[in-house]
């Protein structure tokens, strides 16, 4: 028998932060664990999203340094065994997308199977 599994991961992205308001933001939040990548003179940066996370920070940043809404999302990371299913989205996601007025993106890796003797489950982690 094939084991079946979906991992999800809900996290949120800047996608064109200068290293200034990379600096502020995580003074802003020193507890978050931060992935940055360059993408031109700007950074992308993302952080896992859980439900204790600090959400007046982050809309206080958001507010105070003037983002465009079109440069952050609410990134939801779907890795799964079958190529169907669905993700319901707890109510602190919906908050976040509620409160930052953010945009949503999926991603989605389907890791099929051929038969029960491989186990290709990937280890968990970011696809961001």
């Known amino acids: 028998m094939i084991e079946s599994f979906q991992d999800v991961t809900f996290g949120f992205r800047f996608t064109s932060l200068s290293n200034a308001k990379v600096s502020e933001f995580k003074a802003l939040l020193p507890s978050v664990n931060f992935t940055s990548r360059t993408r031109g003179a ?3 940066v993302s952080f896992d999203l859980t439900e204790n996370f600090d959400m007046e920070s982050l809309c206080k940043f958001i ?3 003037g983002i ?3 440069t952050y999302t609410v990134w939801i990371s779907i890795v799964a065994s079958g190529d169907q299913g669905g993700v ?3 109510g602190y996601i919906l908050n976040v997308i509620r409160e930052t007025s953010s945009g949503v993106a999926f991603s989605f890796v389907s ?3 051929e038969n029960s003797q491989s186990s290709n489950k990937p280890e968990q982690g970011k696809t961001r």
């Open 68 to 70: 465009a809404r079109d």
């Open 88 to 90: 319901a989205l707890p």
């Open 111 to 113: 890791c099929l199977q």
């Open 63 to 65: 507010k105070q340094s």
């Open 42 to 44: 700007d950074l992308v």
